[in-house]
Nanobody, 126 residues
Framework: VQLQASGGGLVQAGGSLRLSCSVSGRSFIENPIMAWFRQAPGKEREFVAAVRWSTGVTGYANSVKGRFTISKENTKATTFLQMNSLKPDDTAIYYC???????????????????WGQGTLVTVSS
């Protein structure tokens, strides 16, 4: 399984960005959870949002709820993260990840994700 993240960049506070994560080789993963995590300089990696592939059920970190939306497009095996009302505190490297076990109660646990993309940098200026 390979994950390819893209869409990061520099944006002013209050602006928007849309991240994409394309997945290849996932045919053997029947019902994964696809998620986005982020890691800011000097901080630990933290959960941002997740979606269960088969049902579309989503979950969000409190810090992004109401501003970020995670979605998926089955035909393209792609996950998106629409980020609106961006704040300087959102500055981080954003990683997409796949959890093949598909248990939503573990969606916030980074160790449950077996596959990771390379990360894409999001910088929000004040």
């Amino acid at each position: 399984v390979q994950l390819q993240a893209s869409g990061g960049g520099l944006v002013q506070a209050g602006g928007s960005l849309r991240l994409s994560c394309s997945v290849s080789g996932r045919s053997f993963i029947e019902n994964p959870i696809m998620a986005w995590f982020r890691q800011a300089p000097g901080k630990e990696r933290e959960f941002v949002a997740a979606v269960r592939w088969s049902t579309g059920v989503t979950g969000y970190a409190n810090s992004v709820k109401g501003r970020f939306t995670i979605s998926k497009e089955n035909t393209k095996a792609t996950t998106f993260l629409q980020m609106n009302s961006l704040k300087p505190d959102d500055t981080a490297i954003y990683y997409c990840a796949a959890n093949p076990r598909g248990i939503m109660s573990t969606m916030r646990v980074a160790n449950e994700y077996d596959y990771w993309g390379q990360g894409t940098l999001v910088t929000v200026s004040s």
